[in-house]
Nanobody
Framework: QVHLLESGGGLAQAGNSLTLSCDAS????????MGWFRQAPGKAREFVAS???????????DSLKGRATISRDNVSNTKNTMILQMNSLKPEDTALYYC????????????????WGQGIQVTVIS
């Protein structure tokens, strides 16, 4: 089992930056790709970014492409940390952001990520 815990969300002014963190614990030796999805009220869940086990391969969704950087640190066999740095925030970035993890490679498919965090709110005001 892998447990995911997001942190770093909150309120931000448009144009500013915000950093989200995700701490993975448990059987992280089985974790391949990790990533982020988001869901705004009344909208479908949206892929944000994904990063491979090594951290060398990354994949960004259209929503934050060019404005976000994803990274990870595989601390040990029982702990990983993933970071999402978001810049030039817009009000439309307001959403609940979910940390995800799976056993395979980077992908935008929700079904490839069996592990999901509780989600953390990001609110961007103009």
């Amino acid at each position: 089992q892998v447990h995911l815990l997001e942190s770093g969300g909150g309120l931000a002014q448009a144009g500013n930056s915000l950093t989200l963190s995700c701490d993975a614990s448990g059987r992280t030796s089985t974790v391949g790709a990790m990533g982020w999805f988001r869901q705004a009220p009344g909208k479908a869940r949206e892929f944000v970014a994904s990063i491979s086990t090594s951290g060398f391969n990354v994949y960004y969704g259209d929503s934050l492409k060019g404005r976000a950087t994803i990274s990870r640190d595989n601390v040990s066999n029982t702990k990983n940390t993933m970071i999402l740095q978001m810049n030039s925030l817009k009000p439309e970035d307001t959403a609940l952001y979910y940390c995800v993890a799976g056993a395979g490679g980077i992908t935008a498919q929700t079904t490839s990520y069996p592990y999901w965090g509780q989600g953390i709110q990001v609110t961007v005001i103009s």
